[in-house]
């Protein structure tokens, strides 16, 4: 049921409440003050018709969400957390792939040699080597690696992975939140909006009563009791009003910061029940396995495995084929040298000890697991008790809003009573005003009654993990971050985003 769809009236332009006064002395002033209008149940009456907020611009709930959806700060920054995860997949993948560096050096360089080099004299006899001598020298080279055998590389592009699929959980976790948020505040500026209007007309009725007791006072019809006790519901009025401003006030901006607009003609909003599972164990069965919370939390258990079996991946030996390439020159005032030195070779490191701190680092990591495991246990119990709890606030909401139709059924009824009481005599002015007065807070309850209903079930579908745009049928493009991961996944250069930055 939507805000604004509980309880009918029967209502013409306006309603009147007549007071027929006993006493024949105050005559003239019943000739003034006979008919006082009730524009504040005339605003009660139209809460109850489904179109009063339906102005010809309305905005829907759904537009308000897709919106929220669309720009939310909160969650465009938690959209780049994702892309910058997603980048730590090509960071491990680089360990597959070869490095290659290039050298360049020049300067000077004092060279005192003495000494005989074997077979470059005639016949192959040694070379005498007699020089002091300064040179300039400059080199140029190009060296390069490539892991043949890294047990380290495989766990850490897993763990990347991983990483990733945690971050879209986590994501999803904002996305609910955000709409959750957006579904709340859209709610609240209607529930505010209408407490408002009823405030505004029930000091209305408060002035005309309070001028109506002043006419009866000066006609000495009424006690000095009474005109003060006209003035205090006014001032009561008052407060209610200028708080009820205050509220709405702080609303909007809630709105604004959470939508990203101001508020304008908002129509009214349906409960999401039929997208919640029916029964209560149902509920939580879907909650374990979809609420993104748990899911979240489920993969954060598998990286802390893989850091583990990264952490013990360096124990063992790494094998990796390694070549250069470094052209050298030495020039004198009369002679030049050219040397060029090339090599390849496979180097394979096996770790014997290190001090113990990788065997350290092992435990740490396995410690690690059993806390995210823990830590499992207790995203699932809260999700359990939150799905719990929600459901039960649903089920209370459904109740009350009930109770709150019944309760302004009723003291509609006890208001026309009032007034028949009213007109042979047996009931007072106030005793109609205070009529009036709890029919309005009935009215403000309903509306209240109304929201809750609402928001509470939004609250239970977040909770079994279902507050999402392609749930709610929203008019926006979802976002997929899978596209930006297969963007820069397999990337091996560049420096710009895939949105060109």
């Not at 899911?295 to 802390?304: E, S």
Request: proline content about 4%; some cysteine.
């Amino acid at each position: 049921m939507s805000l604004g769809l509980a309880g009918r009236w029967d209502m013409g332009t306006e309603l009147h409440v007549k007071f027929h006064w006993l006493s024949r002395a105050v005559q003239p002033v019943r000739s003034r003050c006979k008919v006082i209008p009730l524009r504040a149940v005339v605003t009660a009456a139209a809460l109850a018709n489904p179109g009063w907020l339906h102005p010809a611009a309305a905005e829907r709930i759904d537009a308000a969400l897709a919106r929220a959806y669309q720009y939310n700060p909160q969650l465009n920054a938690q959209r780049a957390v994702v892309r910058q995860t997603d980048e730590g997949v090509p960071q491990a993948l680089s360990g597959y792939r070869p490095t290659i560096n290039a050298t360049a050096s020049a300067g000077k360089q004092f060279i005192d040699a003495k000494g005989n080099i074997p077979g470059l004299g005639p016949g192959g006899a040694s070379l005498p080597i007699d020089t002091n001598e300064a040179f300039n020298t400059w080199s140029v080279g190009v060296t390069g690696s490539q892991n043949l055998f890294n047990a380290q590389t495989p766990n850490r592009t897993r763990a990347a992975e991983t990483q990733v699929f945690a971050a879209r959980e986590t994501l999803r976790v904002i996305e609910q939140s955000v709409l959750f948020s957006a579904a709340s505040v859209y709610m609240d500026v209607l529930r505010d909006t209408a407490s408002l209007d009823l405030q505004r007309d029930n000091v209305r009725v408060l002035q005309q009563t309070l001028k109506v007791t002043q006419d009866r006072y000066d006609s000495g019809a009424v006690t000095a009791t009474d005109l003060d006790q006209a003035q205090a519901e006014l001032a009561a009025g008052e407060a209610s009003l200028h708080a009820a401003q205050s509220t709405l006030l702080t609303t909007k901006a809630n709105y604004r910061r959470v939508i990203g607009n101001q508020p304008e003609g908002l129509s009214a909003a349906m409960p999401v029940d039929r997208f919640s599972p029916r029964t209560l164990d149902a509920a939580i069965a879907q909650s374990l396995s979809q609420n993104p919370s748990v899911t979240a939390a489920m993969y954060d258990v598998d990286v802390a495995q893989l850091q583990v079996r990264i952490a013990e991946a360096g124990l063992y030996p790494t094998l990796a084929l390694q070549g250069s390439v470094q052209q050298q020159q030495f020039i004198s005032s009369d002679s030049t040298l050219k040397l060029l030195n090339s090599t390849v070779q496979a180097k394979l490191t096996v770790p014997i000890y290190q001090g113990g701190s990788e065997y350290s680092g092992i435990r740490q990591k396995k410690e690690a697991v059993g806390q995210q495991r823990l830590s499992l246990d207790q995203v699932r119990d809260q999700v359990r008790a939150n799905v719990v709890q929600y459901w039960g606030q649903l089920e209370a909401a459904k109740a009350q809003m009930q109770a709150a139709e019944r309760q302004v059924k009723y003291t509609e009824r006890a208001l026309n009573g009032v007034r028949d009481e009213a007109q042979v005599g047996q009931r007072t002015t106030l005793d109609v005003l205070n009529a009036v007065q709890a029919l309005l807070n009935a009215r403000v309850g309903l509306i209240t009654a109304q929201h809750d209903r609402v928001v509470a079930s939004y609250n239970l579908l977040s909770a079994v993990g279902r507050l999402a745009p392609a749930v709610l049928g929203l008019p926006t493009q979802i976002y997929d971050p899978g596209v930006h991961y297969q963007q820069v996944r397999d990337s091996w250069f560049g420096v710009r985003t895939p949105d060109g930055r």
